[in-house]
Structure formats: C-alpha cells, structure tokens
C-alpha cells in the first residue's frame, strides 16, 4: 500500500510569484484535502476535493486553488505570493467509506522571501 | 464555531514518567476526536481515535477517552520513551459537516530525556 506523497519537499519562492505543489494521494482514496502549518501552530484547513471538484473550504483567499485529477492526485497553487505563506503545506487523502480517517503526506515546506 | 484547545507545551519528562496531555473541544453537535503525532521533519500521523462518547481509543500506549460531559478528551500514556519525543495535536471533525475538515488545536511539544 503506497502512502501519500508530496512534492517538492523544499521550496523557495519570492514574494508575488506563484507555486505550485502536488500530493498523490493514498492508494484507494478518492478524497483530498490540504493542510497549512505555520510554525508553531497547528494545522488550518485549507480546502478539499473529491471527483475532481472542491468539496469544502476553509478561510483562506481565491489566490489559493487547487486540482484535482482522474487518478486522485492533486495540486495547490498559490499566486501572488506573500510571506506569511511561509508554512508547511500538508496533504491529506481519504476514502468516501472512512471520511473521518485521514492520512498525511509528509508535507512540503514553502518559503517565501 | 468548532475549537480544540490543548494544554500548552513545552512539556518536558523522564524516561518511564506518566503523559497527560490535556485537550478540551467546543462543537455543534458529537464530533469525531483524534489525535495526532508530528515526528521532527514528517508530516502528521494519526494515533487515536474516538468517534463517539465513551468511546476509548488506544495505540502504542497511548490512550484517550472521549468525555462528553466535560467535552475532553485527554492524551495518556503511563509510561513514556524517549521516541515519544514529537508534538502531538488534538484534533475533531464535526460529523455533521459534509466536507470532514480537521480542526486542530495548536499543538503540544513533548520532550522526554533518558
């Protein structure tokens, strides 16, 4: 059983341009969901997908997005970036059958300077 | 809203000492509880869980007891190793949110030396 996956581990990007981070995501899980940790906190909801179409959003700006695709890996873009998107971005997947178990990737760190 | 408020860190032990680690939640209705355990450098790994009143859950050691009436639901371990050492977060999710997102609370780091 392949767990959740992240990538890039690491990322520096400069303050107003864009990123992009991918997740794929559990074997046998169709649901997605991204996490982000700012240091010392715990982790905000950022919003879900399931069957290709957000599913839930938590309190954070259009200039945060997503995808996801056919095979249930997923993507978050982030465009004009600032530096409190400073954080630790985490991806978590989940089956429809066991929605309140979700399983995490090891995240990916974004640095915005 | 929905909260989870966790006892605040740091919070350092001897190998062998007895863990509480105390989290209380407010939300509508009866929530699903977990925590979780974050390792230095890794992402999140579920330890426990609770999806109903008096319900225990356990894991390595660790237990938690879902307390309805004073709406807890407190981390227990009676006796702790240093590969312990990691931050661990209380979390809910509100059943009846269609979406399933964790709230989490802020976290508490746990320190123990040999």
């Known amino acids: 059983e392949t767990g959740v996956t992240q990538s890039p581990t690491h990322l520096i990007k400069t303050r107003g341009q864009q990123v992009t981070l991918r997740c794929s995501s559990q074997?046998?899980?169709?649901?997605v969901s991204w996490y982000q940790q700012a240091l010392g906190q715990g982790p905000q909801f950022i919003f879900q997908?399931?069957?290709?179409?957000?599913?839930g959003r938590g309190n954070f700006p259009p200039r945060f997005s997503g995808l996801q695709f056919p095979n249930y890996s997923s993507e978050l873009n982030v465009n004009a970036l600032e530096l409190d998107d400073s954080a630790l971005y985490l991806c978590?997947?989940?089956?429809?059958?066991?929605?309140?178990?979700?399983?995490f990737g090891p995240g990916t760190r974004l640095t915005v300077t | 809203g929905n909260s989870v408020t966790q006892m605040e860190g740091p919070v350092t032990l001897s190998e062998e000492a007895f863990l509480t680690i105390n989290c209380t939640y407010t939300?509508?209705?009866?929530?699903?509880l977990f925590w979780y355990v974050q390792y230095p450098g890794e992402g999140l790994q579920l330890l426990l869980k609770a999806t109903k009143a008096d319900d225990k859950g356990s894991n390595k050691g660790f237990e938690a007891t879902y307390r309805k009436e004073t709406t807890s639901f407190h981390l227990e371990k009676g006796s702790v190793q240093v590969s312990d050492s990691a931050v661990y977060f209380c979390a809910l999710t509100p059943k009846n949110s269609g979406n399933t997102p964790l709230v989490f609370g802020k976290g508490t780091r746990l320190s123990v030396i040999a």
């Open positions: 074997s046998g899980h169709n649901t």
């Open positions: 997908y399931y069957r290709e179409e957000e599913n």
């Open positions: 939300a509508t209705g009866y929530p699903s």
């Open positions: 978590a997947s989940s089956s429809r059958t066991e929605l309140y178990e979700q399983y």
